[in-house]
């Protein structure tokens, strides 16, 4: 089977929301909220209200949820040393106008590398660096200003 992009649909209460779950020529993992709002159309030949819905957008709320946890075994290793990393700069930075919640590329590699323990040494940057762009790619990390953050709602 061969697809452009696969896009995910769940509700919420009263909003729903899509993801793009897999995309071939954009991002994967980003979505939005909406609501279905109801219109009437007309009328039918038997005097009968006809009534469709249309999308409603949601302001302010992008959505940007994870569909699994990571796959891969470096994935599932980086993540959690990843994500502390990041709460930590998080926490440290509240309050401080200068200071970045996120972290370089490249800092994370190196904050991280290690932690891949059961990669032989010689190898351990390049998987810890596969790692960290597949799950930047999955929406578990996003990228912004050349600075690496956990998502809004991460």
């Not at 896009?7 to 995309?23: F, H």
């Not at 200003?145 to 709602?153: A, K, S, T, W």
Request: glycine share 8%; hydrophobic share 35%.
């Amino acid at each position: 089977m061969d697809f452009l992009s696969l896009i995910e649909t769940e509700r919420d209460g009263v909003n729903s929301r899509w993801r793009l779950v897999k995309s071939k020529d954009s991002e994967d993992g980003i979505g939005h909220s909406f609501t279905l709002e109801e219109v009437e159309l007309g009328h039918n030949e038997k005097g009968k209200e006809i009534k469709s819905c249309v999308v409603q957008e949601v302001e302010g709320a992008i959505y940007s949820k994870k569909a699994t946890e990571p796959r891969g075994g470096n994935q599932k290793i980086i993540w959690p040393a990843a994500r502390n990393t990041l709460l930590l700069l998080k926490t440290n930075a509240a309050g401080l106008p200068d200071q970045p919640e996120g972290i370089s590329f490249d800092d994370l590699v190196e904050e991280l590398k290690d932690v891949l323990t059961k990669i032989d040494p010689k190898h351990r940057l390049l998987r810890t660096k596969e790692a960290i762009v597949a799950l930047i790619r999955r929406g578990d990390l996003t990228i912004k200003e050349d600075l690496i953050y956990l998502p809004e709602n991460g």
